[in-house]
């Protein structure tokens, strides 16, 4: 029997930027982002060179998963992939790694999201073996 999240929408692979680390580590349920071995930092959404210095010296590395809400919104009207998901809440949450990251918030009601809150990585299951960061507030 197909539960309803396998009916998602699975993002595509990267053309561009290898991505295999970030979708090795989320089946395994670590989160990984790209990491700037010249200047020590973090970046997000991935990119071929780094953000700050324009080199490729870069690695994946695990961070905590944890962090507070930047941004917060609730979807309401449906759209493709949210069938039987509304309302939906969606959040751009900041890391403890310096990181934003945009993710949707699961276990709780969304009208109870708020700025501020702590929030942690929680996976969201995209298909099978497919699985994909979301948050829950803690």
Known sequence: MVDQAAARPVPKVSVYVDTTPFWEAAKRGKLVLQFCKDTNQFQHYPRPVSIFTGSRN???????????IYACTVIRVPGPGLEGRLPLSIATVELDEGVRMLGNIVGTDPDRVSIGQRVEVSWDRLSEDV????????
Do not use: C, D, N, T
């Open 131 to 138: 699985r994909y960061p979301a948050f829950r507030i803690v």
């Open 58 to 68: 870069l690695e994946w590395r695990e961070v905590s998963g944890k962090g507070v």
